[in-house]
């Protein structure tokens, strides 16, 4: 497996992205990577909230700072799964670039700020230039959000 982010391998223009560009010095610059746990392999990615992410409730993060996490690393597991079916590295050509279709979140419970965050990604669909994925972000082994989005693949 690659240790090479798979937002990295994203060209110039597809590298801007609030939440994971890697060309956006204001963004979040989450990083998204293949990993195997218990003989299963999803993605994951990590992110540690900052002062500024806080929510209505102290030392909570805000929840659309959630939403974000969970949808970038859903586009990115999505695409990462689509080269991979296809026996592709990321980045080569054609490009695969994913955008989201529908994102639902379930807000289990509030996520405290002070831990990093861990969230995974599994591609439990992919057909034609749609992928279905299943998210989670958990903190010290405490689940936090749920999640399930479709993306499309850009034409």
């Known amino acids: 497996m690659s240790k090479q982010a798979f937002q990295d391998s994203y060209p110039a223009e597809f590298s801007h992205c609030y939440g994971c560009g890697r060309d956006n010095p204001h963004g979040l610059q989450l990083k998204s990577y293949w990993h195997l746990s218990a003989d299963k392999e999803h993605t994951i990615a990590h992110f540690?909230?900052?002062?500024?992410?806080?929510?209505g409730v102290p030392d909570n993060a805000?929840?659309?700072l959630i939403a974000s996490l969970l949808d970038c690393h859903g586009t990115a597991s999505a695409a990462a799964a689509a080269y991979k079916a296809q026996g592709r590295d990321m980045g080569t050509a054609p490009i695969l670039r994913f955008v989201t279709a529908s994102l639902s979140v379930d807000f289990l419970r509030p996520t405290p700020m002070e831990n990093k965050l861990t969230i995974l990604g599994e591609v439990i669909q992919l057909e034609g230039r749609k992928a279905t994925v299943k998210l989670s972000l958990s903190t010290n082994d405490q689940l936090c959000a749920t999640?399930?989005?479709?993306?499309?693949?850009?034409?």
């Open 48 to 55: 540690t909230p900052k002062p500024y992410h806080t929510g």
């Open 62 to 64: 805000y929840g659309g």
């Open 147 to 155: 999640g399930t989005m479709i993306a499309v693949a850009l034409k």
